[in-house]
């Protein structure tokens, strides 16, 4: 039987329009999908983030409240290995690994840092302990020092930074303005060269870059509380406040009581210590 002229016309397969509209359709779909796989594993990243460093302001309250003082200089300098050349935010890790207040490198090493990934994919080994420890018969620590293959010097990259008291400072110090003291911090925040309270671009400058690149970071306080900054803002809207003043600013070694500090994981520039006139220079 012959088919008729309209049937004859539904024997065949899509047209060119139908086809370009199901292509249109299913790119749209990919997109979205996309768009949402990518931001569920940013927010992944995210939580993964704020998990570390409230585990770390968690460390660094305990090791506070057990020693009756913030982290200090002269407690850097007891597990620096004797050639350190200078301290940075490993050291802070160690003090706090000494005495078993925070043992997981994974707090301080984010494994999505680009960073971290090209520091594996380049072959560099992943350190399995922070702190080298020696007792004696009884069990007594008789020293402690970094473990060499976590030394953030020109080697193991790490994700925070991270806040070091001037040896004069007391808990007192810290604790009475605790919300307003940031304690850890996602590394790349620029505080003191031509955009102060900026979050550094990884494209430009590999090594310092922002964890997140220039699109934000965390800072975790001493209260516990983290948050994200697109950026720390500029004049009256600056995000922190200055230690012992009502007054704004975009800075965050101007938070730090008594001229403290903080020290970075950078490959050159590893750590500032002095006033807070020069620090977070880069």
């Known amino acids: 039987m ?11 397969g899509f047209s060119l329009v139908e086809m370009v509209v199901v292509l249109a359709i299913f790119g749209i779909l990919l997109a979205i999908a996309f768009r949402g796989i990518s931001s569920l594993s940013e ?14 302001v968690n460390a660094y ?34 003090v706090l690994a000494k005495d078993s207040y925070l043992t997981d490198i994974e707090a301080w090493v984010w494994d999505f840092d680009y960073r971290v990934r090209k520091y594996e994919r380049e072959g560099g080994v992943m350190p399995t302990k922070i702190c080298d420890i020696q007792r ?13 293959s976590f030394r953030g010097q020109r080697g193991f990259p790490v994700s925070v930074c991270a806040v070091v008291a001037a040896n004069s400072c007391t808990n007192e110090d810290f604790f009475k303005n605790a919300s307003e003291i940031p304690i850890a911090y996602s590394r790349g925040l620029r505080g003191w060269d031509t955009a102060p309270g900026t979050w550094a671009d990884s494209t430009i400058n590999l090594d310092r870059g922002g964890v997140f690149g220039r699109k934000g970071g965390f800072i975790a306080f001493l209260d516990g509380h983290v948050e994200w900054y697109n950026n720390l803002g500029t004049g009256n809207q600056c995000a922190l406040k200055k230690y012992g003043t009502n007054t704004m600013t975009n800075k965050i070694c101007e938070t730090i009581p008594k001229g403290g500090g903080t020290v ?14 020069d620090c977070d220079r880069f």
Not at 43 to 56: D, F, H, N, Y
Not at 264 to 277: E, F, Q
């Open 136 to 148: 004696n018969t009884d069990g007594k620590i008789t020293s402690a020092k970094i473990d060499t």
């Open 61 to 94: 309250r305990q090791y506070m409240e057990d020693t009756g003082h913030p982290i200090r200089w002269l407690e850097l300098g007891a597990v620096a290995e004797a050639e350190s050349a200078g301290f940075d935010v490993t050291l802070i890790a160690a």
């Open 43 to 56: 927010a992944a990243q995210k939580a993964k983030a704020v998990s570390g460093l409230r585990t770390i």
């Open 264 to 277: 970075y994981t950078n490959s050159y520039v590893l750590s500032w210590k002095g006033g807070a006139t």
């Open 2 to 12: 012959r088919l008729n002229h309209r049937e004859q016309r539904h024997c065949y």
